[in-house]
């Protein structure tokens, strides 16, 4: 089984394939600090809990934009999992898309390929919520051709509350009413209406300017609490990062 694991800014990802199925999934608050050690300690218990032997994984493979965390989950899968782990833009990965353009981080790359494979011959917007808000465009040849990066929805509120004397840390949800009577509410329709313009603006613009019929589908942690309330956003693809993060090992193996 393969063991395949994205470093984001906020979270890791780990996820454990047999085959072309994902039997375990989990998330775990980034930290480079956190040792090798930690982190078998966690995630075995938890593959103990879905009934995954460790000693199943023979492979793994690691999309990253956090290098400082990059050692001790390297050193994972040496230690604890007796294989060495193949990082995205190690020699020898094959994405299998063309990537247009510089700088484009491992988590685009994923979404690139899973909206390849998923959707074929297809444009594609992926809207990534993550640390940041992501807005990765994808051709009908599975390219990556660029797209647009905006501040994260959590980011946006800790900056709006670190600025302000008096106003609170709130959560995301979508609130009952644009009108707000407290200002909590206020609060509330200001940050989640505010970011739904912002998705179906800059989504628009993208549409108009690539000039063909595209899908629209978004992911990560934060997707859900948006669904069905953007008008552009077609489809919640939950996996779609790892599911091109696993296409990617696949096209590497071979």
């Not at 980034?30 to 000693?55: C, N, Y």
């Not at 353009?101 to 899973?114: K, L, P």
């Not at 004397?165 to 989640?192: D, N």
């Not at 939950?238 to 993060?245: E, K, P, V, Y």
Request: hydrophobic share 45%; net charge neutral; proline share 4%.
């Amino acid at each position: 089984m393969l063991l395949a694991i994205n470093v984001n800014n906020t979270n890791v990802k780990f996820g454990v394939v047999d085959g072309d199925r994902i039997v375990g999934e989990w998330r775990q608050h980034t930290s480079a600090m956190r040792t090798a050690d930690e982190h078998a300690v966690w995630l075995f218990q938890l593959m103990e809990m879905e009934g995954i032997d460790p000693k199943a994984i023979t492979a793994a493979i690691i999309g990253s934009v956090v290098p400082n965390a990059n050692f001790n989950l390297r050193r994972l899968c040496t230690r604890y999992f007796n294989c060495e782990a193949m990082f995205l833009g190690d020699p020898g990965v094959v994405f299998g898309i063309k990537v247009k353009g510089a700088g484009a981080g491992a988590d685009r790359i994923c979404n690139s390929v899973g909206a390849s494979i998923l959707f074929p011959n297809t444009p594609v917007v992926v809207v990534d919520f993550g640390t940041a808000t992501n807005f990765d465009v994808v051709d009908e040849e599975g390219s990556y051709c660029g797209g647009a990066i905006a501040p994260g929805i959590n980011l946006s509120i800790e900056a709006l509350v670190n600025a302000t004397a008096l106003l609170p840390r709130i959560v995301v949800e979508k609130p009952h009413q644009v009108i707000g009577t407290t200002t909590v509410a206020c609060m509330h329709t200001g940050v989640f209406w505010g970011y739904v313009g912002l998705i179906e603006g800059i989504v628009n613009r993208i549409k108009k300017e690539f000039g063909r019929p595209m899908k629209v589908v978004s992911t990560g942690g934060l997707a859900p609490v948006f669904e069905g309330s953007i008008d552009v956003i077609e489809q919640t693809v939950s996996d779609i990062t790892a599911r091109g993060l696993i296409e990617i090992y696949k096209r590497s193996k071979k």
